[in-house]
Structures are given as structure tokens and as C-alpha cells.
Nanobody
Framework: QVQLVESGGELVQAGGSLRLSCAASGITFSIYAMAWYRQAPGKQREWIAAISSVGSTNYADSVKGRFTISRDNAKKTLYLQMNSLKPEDTAVYYC?????WGQGTQVTVSA
């Protein structure tokens, strides 16, 4: 059974940085592509970044150049480095792999 546990979300000022983590278990982590999504209040969940099993990355235009997705296969952990944060980045952030989702971690960016 796949388990994903996100962490690292907190309240930060605009322009600040955060690093989110997603610890995975119950899965052969290294062979799967993984992704980060986010859901802001009153909005649909949106895809923001993905990383393949070999490390190729893709980003939504809204975060390109500010966010970096990475993975540590030995630690079975996915990361999202978020820089130059904006109030519109406020959302619950989720990691996903093979149709499984974590519980999310709240990121709040104050103006």
C-alpha cells in the first residue's frame, strides 16, 4: 500500500522560500514518475511540476523559474524547492505517484 507524507508547508512572507518534502513508502520509488499539485481555496487542483524516473522535469508556466522539483531515490523522497513565493502560491500542496495522493501540506504566503 502506497503512503505519501508531505511536509514543509508553513506561513512565509512574499519573496521568501520553502522546501516541501514528500516521503514515500510501499512503492518501488525509483521507477515511478512523480508530481506536485496544489489546490487554492475555491479553486480546482492544478498540476505544477513533474519529474520522471530518470530525473527529467516539467513545470507549469505559473511556477517555471521559481520552483524546482527533485527526488532522492535512496531516501524515497520527493522535493519541491519554492523560491520567490507570491501570495497567489497560497494553497495546499500535494504529491502524487501512481494514482496515490498524500494528505497535503499548507503553504500560506503573506503579502
Amino acid at each position: 500500500q502506497v503512503q505519501l507524507v508531505e511536509s514543509g508547508g508553513e506561513l512565509v512572507q512574499a519573496g521568501g522560500s520553502l522546501r516541501l518534502s514528500c516521503a514515500a513508502s510501499g512503492i518501488t520509488f525509483s521507477i515511478y514518475a512523480m508530481a506536485w499539485y496544489r489546490q487554492a481555496p475555491g479553486k480546482q487542483r492544478e498540476w505544477i511540476a513533474a519529474i520522471s524516473s530518470v530525473g527529467s522535469t516539467n513545470y507549469a508556466d505559473s511556477v517555471k523559474g521559481r520552483f524546482t522539483i527533485s527526488r532522492d531515490n535512496a531516501k524515497k523522497t520527493l522535493y519541491l524547492q519554492m523560491n520567490s513565493l507570491k501570495p497567489e502560491d497560497t494553497a495546499v500542496y500535494y504529491c502524487t505517484v501512481d494514482n496515490s495522493w498524500g494528505q497535503g501540506t499548507q503553504v500560506t504566503v503573506s503579502a
